[in-house]
C-alpha cells in the first residue's frame, strides 16, 4: 500500500454486533480521515480526527488514534445490514497536507 | 447529496484512442484530485489541484494529464488508451484554508474499459 495498512481486509459479523477496523500508516500526519464506499460508487466521509486528538465519536461510530503506534481504529456499534460496504482511512501527511492518501481497505459484510 | 459530477460513468473504447473524463463541482472548492482504484482495490492518487493554473502529481505514476483552467472544472485526459488503463477513475474536491475540515467529496466516478 502506498500509505498504510488496514485490517483486517474482510470482516464478516453478524446484524447487531460491533465491527473493529484497524489502519496503520507511515507518515506523520495532520489528521486522519475515514470513508465509507458501497460497491462501484463514490466515497462518503464519515469522521475526521486531528493529530491533537485522541478519540472522537460520531453516532454509532467511534474512532481512535494513536499518533506514537501511527494507527487508528473506527469502532461501528450495532450494526446494520445498511453498513455493509468497504471502509478506508485516508491521511493527510505533516509535510504536505492537501496530498490526501488511502489506505487498502476493509470490507465489511453484516449478516441478517 | 456532494454537488461534484463525473461523467461519463460509464466509457468502453478501443485501444489507442484519446478520452477525456469530466469533473465538475459547483461547491467553490479550490483543491480538487484524481483518484485511480481497481475494483476492490485501494484508491491511487494520480492528480491534485491547488486551484487554477495548478496540477500536481500524485504517487502513482500515470499516462493522463489534467488541467485546472477554472475553479470548478478538472478534466483528465487519456492520449492515447491502453488496456492496462482499464479501471475506475474517481474525482474528489475539497475545501482549502485554516478552518476546512479537509474532507473530501467524491463524485459518482468514471468506469472506463479499454479493449
Known amino acids: 500500500s502506498q500509505q498504510g495498512e488496514e485490517d483486517p481486509q474482510a470482516l464478516s459479523i453478524q446484524e447487531g454486533e460491533n465491527a473493529t477496523m484497524n489502519c496503520s500508516y507511515k507518515?506523520?500526519?495532520?489528521?486522519l480521515q475515514w470513508y465509507r464506499q458501497n460497491s462501484g460508487r463514490g466515497l462518503v466521509h464519515l469522521i475526521l480526527?486531528?493529530?491533537?486528538?485522541r478519540e472522537k465519536h460520531s453516532g454509532r461510530l467511534r474512532v481512535t488514534l494513536d499518533t506514537s503506534k501511527k494507527s487508528s481504529s473506527l469502532l461501528i456499534t450495532a450494526s446494520r445490514a445498511a453498513d455493509t460496504a468497504s471502509y478506508f482511512c485516508a491521511t493527510a501527511p505533516y509535510s504536505s497536507a492537501s496530498k490526501i492518501i488511502f489506505g487498502s481497505g476493509t470490507r465489511l459484510s453484516i449478516r441478517p | 447529496e456532494a454537488d461534484i459530477y463525473q461523467t461519463p460513468r460509464y466509457l468502453v473504447i478501443g485501444t489507442g484512442k484519446k478520452i477525456t473524463l469530466e469533473c465538475s463541482q459547483t461547491?467553490?472548492?479550490?483543491?480538487m484530485y484524481w483518484y485511480q482504484q481497481d475494483p476492490g482495490m485501494e484508491l491511487h492518487l494520480i492528480h491534485y489541484?491547488?486551484?487554477?493554473?495548478?496540477?500536481e502529481k500524485g504517487d502513482l505514476s500515470s499516462e493522463s494529464t489534467v488541467s485546472r483552467i477554472r475553479t470548478e472544472h478538472f478534466p483528465l485526459t487519456l492520449e492515447s488508451a491502453r488496456p492496462s488503463h482499464t479501471s475506475q477513475y474517481l474525482c474528489a474536491s475539497s475545501e482549502m484554508g485554516f478552518e476546512s475540515t479537509g474532507e473530501l467529496f467524491f463524485g459518482e466516478g468514471s468506469r472506463l474499459t479499454v479493449l
Open positions: 507518515t506523520s500526519i495532520n489528521n
Open positions: 489541484s491547488y486551484g487554477v493554473n495548478s496540477t
Open positions: 480526527i486531528r493529530s491533537n486528538e
Open positions: 461547491m467553490g472548492h479550490d483543491k
